[in-house]
């Protein structure tokens, strides 16, 4: 069974209480905005932290990807909100 | 010499910059991020992203040294609790011509505020706390860049 880890960061991680998960891979052609919408299903928490797509930011693999971009054969999702280092 | 760490260690900026100075280019330029102590801010902590974090930064660092002639760059930046007054991020840069060390200085702040895994929050003094938002400010200084 392919597997995806997901990782989250600061308040999606918060509001999802874990700061990853590994799941059952969606398959190759999955975007990650209908994973999100899928997550968005598993709880009070997952409903929270993705409420609004619109302020997620993905990486795949370690690389900044837009939402619609297909999850491939990644095993390392991270969604977060934009960053405010610096 | 390229210098570049993230961690919970402060750092002694003014050793960095003499690093800098030695290698011989004539002109250094740095940057260095201070926690503000503004509406009553007692503490911040920094999260990040550890195995995209130092990929992100050394791809910066390699974008700046194929635009600009530099000589030096060292990159620090801090995660975990800081209060108002301490150092969170340098940025330092040596070339021959302050042009360049002044330009890719702006340009690797500006690109590490943007586009490095890390993340703010803010602990008040009367107890509420807040994620740092990312400001469209930010944006548009990167944009400058091209």
Sequence with gaps: ?86 | MIEFRVGADDFDAADLIARLEALGGGAVASFTGIVRGDDGLVSMRLDHYPAMTSAQISTLIDKAMERWPLLGVAVIHRVGLLSPGDRIVFVGTASRHRAAALEACGYLIDWLKTSAPFWKKEVFADGTARWVQARAEDDAARDRWG
């Design chain 1, 1 to 86: 069974m392919e597997t995806l880890n997901i990782l989250y960061f600061a308040w999606v991680r918060e509001a999802i209480g874990k700061d990853g998960e590994q799941i059952e891979h969606p398959g190759a052609e999955t975007r990650i905005i209908d994973l999100i919408a899928m997550l968005k299903e598993k709880g009070a928490g997952y409903a929270e932290a993705f409420a609004n797509p619109e302020k997620l930011r993905a990486a795949i693999d370690h690389a900044f990807v837009p939402l619609d971009c297909v999850l491939g054969h990644a095993s390392e999702l991270a969604l977060f909100p934009p960053v405010t280092g610096g």
